[in-house]
């Protein structure tokens, strides 16, 4: 049997924290492959004051305000408001047991995160360890690093305000928790050497071809207007131009609250008294019925990320 993969043992990288940035870097080499799914960010928050705070749907992923991976020079992705994105996956694609149970232990989660404190005591140090939701993590196939010409640099740029980071109306309070420091952070990565006889079997097959390494990706566009009490119709442009859209998914949040600066959380999604919407690409109207109930609103987000009867056209599985 030829044997292709040895696997390598787990790898640790300290980051360097600079002016509210995590920046780390994921060697490349010859024969390397990397798994993206089993990627973990490992860090700890060190909170002052604030016993009782609680943190935002997402948990922990809500203190990355934006990522962005690299190769040398070449921005691969960029995603910011990442932990709105969190916040809107983590509630629409995880089981409540996922929420109040294992993400409830590495990030913090909670499926009311009103009942559930995450700072206990006056001054506390919370561990974390989440995986990191983008391009290395959205494909089932290994990243090629064998085949990049320098290394991936992974770039995190944390939240400006703490209170972006809690979700509790007390947390949001001047008189609550500040962020002391993020100490201990690693990255740890799954990587793998394939042997000379398996680099052989790839280089065979791909011929003198380049390695097409096929994923996706979120991009976010932000769009500030002032709704005035005589406003009924709002129409945003979206300059995304790309070959396949698979979804798209927008949420409703002031200003204040974004920024963390009003008593609300700051992703928190609020309708507006939204009625109807369609969205126009080019000269078709998708959807082609207007939703225009709750009902409805609620089908087209499950729609957007998969399939609204999911549970009903999934295997019967027998456990004995």
Known sequence: MLEIFKVQSLLKM???????RLLLNIPTGSNLVGSGQDT??????????????????????SIIQRMRIFLGSTLLSDIDNYGNLMDLLMTTQQSTDSIVGKYSIMAGTSLNPTDANIVAATDATIVFAIPLVSILSWSNNYIPLFAMSGPLRIELQLVSNIRQFFHSAAALAAAHSSLKFIDNVE??????????????I??????????QWVIQDYRNYQYVNTLRTTVTQLSIPIPAKFNSLNSLLWTFRSSANSQGVATFPSNESISYGLKE?????????????????????????LRSLGSPCNFLTQRTHLYI
């Not at 300290?14 to 509210?20: I, S």
């Open 187 to 200: 990255l740890v990565v799954n990587m793998m050497e394939i042997s000379d006889s398996g680099m052989n």
């Open 14 to 20: 300290e980051l360097n924290t600079m002016l509210g």
């Open 202 to 211: 790839i280089k065979n097959s791909i011929g003198n071809s380049p390695v």
């Open 40 to 61: 973990i960010l490992k860090f700890n928050v060190n909170f002052r004051g604030g016993a009782g705070d609680k943190l935002n749907r997402s948990g922990a992923h």
């Open 277 to 301: 919407y369609f969205v126009r690409l080019g000269a078709r109207t998708v959807p082609t019925k207007p939703p225009n109930s709750l009902p409805e609103f609620c089908c087209e987000l």
